[in-house]
């Protein structure tokens, strides 16, 4: 008996199987065959190295695009919400909008670093802690909205279920109280799951950095972790748990924030389908997102070969898969509103948003998330992460126009015509929303600056030397020569 | 006489004379799968005051080490039904008792519209109370270890793998501990001491 089992070169295989064997070979999760120091060096001088001329550049743009925002919010709280564009037919228009484009953009990294674990798709080790800081920064950015639409942000506090001497209580039957408990909840338990996967990246980073400040930062945030083997049982569990109760969490935010919009009775709101119609475009959005950071992180810090090819190849893979998921969407929102007979629903779908004064923000939304996006079938254009990071683009500002149509649209022509009315946006909505990408970028950009952006032990964990029962592949020209199988040389 | 127990080193190599309040002897080891075989030789042995410390997880070695399964989902649960529990309680004692509010015509007592509520903080509760239970169970946050006065440990985080046996062991032995890791093929056998 050999040693090993016999790869393909020592048992004489025919070509056209030898062929197909390599063709169903799976590509490494780390290319090149970098081994687990050469992971965490590359990963670490991301952090060590000083940091390079472009982050200063991004980040000084970021800063000033976030004080956007800053003075958006200032003078909205200072003077009124009535410095949007909001009037009585739309009640609600940019605020919301934005609010769920970037909570979708949030979901999409709980859906792939806890979905993905949990259903051992081990390549999502590679981005999933991008994701994860997608999340927090982005929910980060949707928190803003509707804390400030409530118009007088210093009476917030009355969201918060604190007994008071007002003799009044929050209306837990109310959809807009679930979904303060879903935003805080959200942004709360995407923050644990982050940190708690962060802390062993923590601890190799205490063991590496040589400043006394880093040192005692790192030593602080992993909490005295050692990677005892008792240890990791232990957390190897609780990043289990936390997985599946991110799952479930991502799953009751999306329906929440539909439920917003679907418990009302307002045409083109009033639908089941708003669950998995909120969480499909969240994931959709999210992804193009990711890729849109992973490719210029991938090649600045060159790490090419951790976040590989495949990786932007299977993200765009999902994006496509999502985007044929929003187009079956669309269509069966029509499709409803002609079964379901009401006059109201069809003169939304059938007048107001291919007809209407919004038609051209409908066609729009069509061409960017479901036409441009159809690329993806070609392998080439998914394998170019430059031409897809391009081609992201346009779906994710086709997300955008899709809350746009569903919340102005629908509420501009609601059953009463007399009400019907056009929106508007304000320079202040306009600043406010360009200033809530300062936002993210600005804490993206300081999160990469400061933390491990790829999750350097569970990248090692996958690597094939990490298995204890991994024997390493005997190559025919190392086999040795007295073994009983014929061994071709060559 | 303390002054000098405190300059005595809390590191030297197996071989020379003990550190202070001896906490461990401690051994290096190549690779996942040395330090897998070496585990499962110690757990035969009978030890139970020790532990293997790697770079990330490695799977098996739980197992290997004769360990129990982690007792973190049951944290998981707990906080799951406390949360749900207490989220009932105040959702519905505000609601139908202490604040009863007509709005919309809604019961006072909604279950279906209170479901979103107590979903979301069973979530939270549950969240929060497995990582307490992780921390907890790993002995987390810790300010200091032993094990890091020994240089040679910084590497534990990176690429190398350590198997540490304890003297509160009741089968530890300095001589013949230190033999056997170094049977097992541990390298850079070190005694470990403790501070006070």
Redesign the interface.
Known sequence: MPAFPPNAAQTQEPPDVALARAGLEREPYVSNGHN??WV?DRIAAVIQNPAPTWWWVCLFIALGLAGFTGLGLIYLITTGVGVWGENRAANWAWDITNFVFWIGIGHAGTMIAAVLYLTRQRWATGINRAAEAMTIFAVMCAGIYPAVHVGRVWFAWYLA?IPNGN???P?????L??DV??VS?YL??SI??WY?GLI?DA??M???VQNKIGKYFYAMFC????????????????YL??AG??T??VI?TC??VS?DFSTSVIPGWHGTIFIPYFGVGAIYGGFCMLIILLVPIRQFYKLEDIITLRHIDLCCRFTLLMALLITYIYGMEFFIAYYGGSPNERHTFFYDRIRGPYWLTWYAMIFANSIIVQLFWMKKVRRNPWLAFCIVLVPSVGMWLERYVIIVVSVTRDYLPSSWGMFYPTWVDIMTFAGTFGVFFLLYLLFIRFLPVIAI??V??ALP??????APVVLAHDAPETDVTEVHHG | MADAVALRPLVVPVGSPLPPNLYAVACEFA???E???A?EKIRDLGFKWW????????????R??G?R?????WF?LAGGLGGLVGAFL??VI??VW??P?D?QG?PYF?LP??V??L???M??L???V??L???T??L??????P?WEWDAF??????KFFVVIEANDPKFNEKATAELLKQLGGTNLTFIGDVA
């Not at chain 1, 030397?465 to 991994?470: D, F, I, K, Q």
């Not at chain 2, 987390?140 to 270890?145: D, K």
Request: with cysteine.
């Open positions: 687990a120091v965490g279920p003799a009044i209580w209306n837990f039957r109310s959809p109280l679930w408990f879903a909840t709360s338990v644990m799951f708690v062993p601890a190799a205490r063991d590496r909490l005295g972790w050692r990677g005892s083997a008792r240890q990791w049982a232990n957390y190897e569990f609780c748990m936390l109760i991110a479930l969490l009751s329906t929440v439920s032990s569970e090692r964990g030397e990490a298995n204890p029962h991994h | 690779g996942p799968a330090v897998y075989h585990a532990d293997c410390y790697t770079p990330y997880y490695v799977h098996g070695l739980d290997a080490m360990q399964k982690s007792f973190v989902p998981t105040l959702v505000t609601s202490v604040y509010m709005t809604k909604a519209a209170f979103p509520i979903d979301l903080v979530i939270l549950s969240a929060i497995s990582i239970g992780m921390t169970l790993s987390l946050p810790r300010l200091h270890h094990l910084m590497r534990a985080t990176n690429d």
